[in-house]
C-alpha cells in the first residue's frame, strides 16, 4: 500500500515545534526508503515541507524545514500517531524541592523558612477530541456526508415548490369548474333532453307541408294552428325545439330543414344575449368560405368586389331561432350583428387566421 500519509514535526515557521498531520506528496523530494515498515524514520529524516494554511497565495505555498516522524497508508493510522505524539508533549512535568540551607548556617537576621516551593503551573490546554474519533464520524460508515445533508435540503426546498404551484393550479382549475362547466353541462342537457325521442307516440310540431327531416320517412301528422301556438309558448324560458335529423346532426327551428352539430348547437343555447347566439348560428349554418364572399342580402359594386346574397331558407331558420330562444328580438340587430360577424371573419382571413 502506497504510503500517502505522514506526521511532521515542523523546525521552522510560525507552527516551529508543532506537530502536523500531512500528505506525503507536500514533503519536497519525498524518500520512502529512508522509513522502516512500521512507517518510522530509520535515521533522523529531516525535509522541506509546504506549510498550507489559510488560503494558497499566489506564488504557492511556503516550504519549511521539518522532521518526518512517521508516515502510513491511512489517514486512520496517521491521526493515531499525532495523537499521542500530542499526549507525551502535553503530560505534566514533576516539580522538584527547593533545597534549603540548614538552619545553622543561616544568620540570626534571616527569617526564611524550609518550605516547599510552589509546583510549577503547567498550562492545560483545551480538552482536544480524539482526532481518530472525529475520523471516523466524518468518513466512518453509517454517517451521512454533509454534502448529502446539502443536496437533501434543496430537494426538500424544490419539493415543497412544486406543492405550491401545484396548488395554484389545482385552485385555477377548480375556479374555472365552477364558474364555466355548469353553463356548458346546463345547455348540453337541455339539448339532449330535446332531441331525446319520447316513449310514447306523439305528434311534433311542425310547419303545415313541410318536412321535418331530410332522413325521415312515412307521413308526418300536422297540428291546428291553435295547437302549435299553446305549445310554442308554454316553455319559459322559450328554446328552440329542434327536431332530429341523424345521431349528430339537430334542427335549428322546426320546419325549416337547416341542420347543425350538436355541439354547435350547445354552444349556442348556452349564449347569454341574442347578438353572441346569432353569430354561433352564422358559422355553424354557413361554411366560411361562403361567409368569405357574401353578405346579408347582397351587394353589387362598380368598382369594388360583388357580394353574393346569403342562403334565405338558412336566414330564415335563424331569424326564427332567434326570436323564439330571445323574444322581441328587433330584426334589424339580427341583419346588423349578421353582417358585423362576416366583416370580422374577412378581416382575420386576410391576416391568415381562421376563426369561426
Given at each position: ?38 512507517g ?53 512535568q514533576?516539580?522538584?524541592r ?6 545553622k ?10 518550605i ?35 443536496d ?16 395554484e ?12 362547466v ?60 329542434p ?13 325549416t330543414?337547416?341542420?347543425i ?15 353572441v347566439f ?15 364572399v ?37 330584426l ?25
Amino acid at each position: 500500500m502506497e504510503r500517502k500519509f505522514a506526521v511532521v514535526q515542523w523546525i521552522e515557521g510560525e507552527d516551529s515545534g508543532k506537530f502536523s498531520d500531512v500528505k506525503t506528496d507536500a514533503i519536497r523530494s519525498y524518500d520512502d526508503s529512508k522509513m522502516d515498515q512500521d512507517g518510522n524514520p530509520i535515521s533522523p529524516y529531516s525535509a522541506f515541507i509546504e506549510w498550507r494554511h489559510g488560503k494558497k497565495p499566489k506564488g504557492g505555498w511556503p516550504h519549511y524545514k521539518g522532521d518526518v516522524l512517521f508516515v502510513s497508508g491511512t489517514r486512520f493510522e496517521n491521526t493515531c500517531k499525532l495523537n499521542s505524539l500530542l499526549e507525551e508533549v502535553e503530560r505534566p512535568q514533576l516539580t522538584k524541592r527547593v533545597s534549603v540551607a540548614p538552619s545553622k548556617y543561616r544568620g540570626e537576621s534571616d527569617d526564611s523558612t524550609d518550605i516547599e516551593t510552589e509546583p510549577k503551573k503547567v498550562k492545560k490546554s483545551k480538552v482536544r477530541a480524539d482526532p481518530a474519533e472525529d475520523f471516523l464520524k466524518t468518513y466512518g460508515p453509517g454517517q451521512p456526508h454533509s454534502v448529502d445533508n446539502h443536496d437533501l435540503r434543496k430537494t426538500l426546498v424544490e419539493l415543497k415548490q412544486e406543492v405550491k404551484d401545484l396548488k395554484e393550479e389545482n385552485t385555477k382549475w377548480k375556479e374555472m369548474v365552477l364558474q364555466d362547466v355548469p353553463g356548458l353541462l346546463y345547455g348540453m342537457k337541455k339539448i339532449m333532453d330535446s332531441i331525446t325521442p319520447p316513449k310514447t307516440t306523439t305528434p311534433r310540431l311542425t310547419l303545415q307541408g313541410t318536412p321535418r327531416s331530410t332522413s325521415s320517412s312515412g307521413p308526418t301528422p300536422v297540428k291546428s294552428p291553435s295547437s302549435r301556438l299553446s305549445t310554442a309558448t308554454s316553455a319559459s324560458p322559450p328554446i328552440p325545439s329542434p327536431t332530429v335529423s341523424q345521431s349528430s346532426k339537430v334542427e335549428i327551428h322546426p320546419g325549416t330543414g337547416v341542420m347543425i352539430d350538436k355541439i354547435a348547437w350547445a354552444y349556442a343555447l348556452n349564449s347569454n344575449s341574442a347578438t353572441v347566439f346569432v353569430r354561433h348560428l352564422l358559422t355553424a349554418v354557413f361554411p366560411l368560405e361562403i361567409l368569405l364572399v357574401s353578405n346579408l342580402r347582397g351587394t353589387k359594386r362598380s368598382g369594388g368586389d360583388t357580394r353574393l346574397p346569403l342562403d334565405k331558407n338558412k336566414l330564415d331558420a335563424i331569424y326564427s331561432a332567434t326570436l323564439e330562444r330571445f323574444p322581441g328580438t328587433p330584426l334589424s340587430s339580427i341583419g346588423t350583428t349578421i353582417n358585423a360577424k362576416i366583416t370580422e371573419l374577412r378581416s382575420k382571413s386576410k391576416t391568415s387566421t381562421p376563426h369561426s
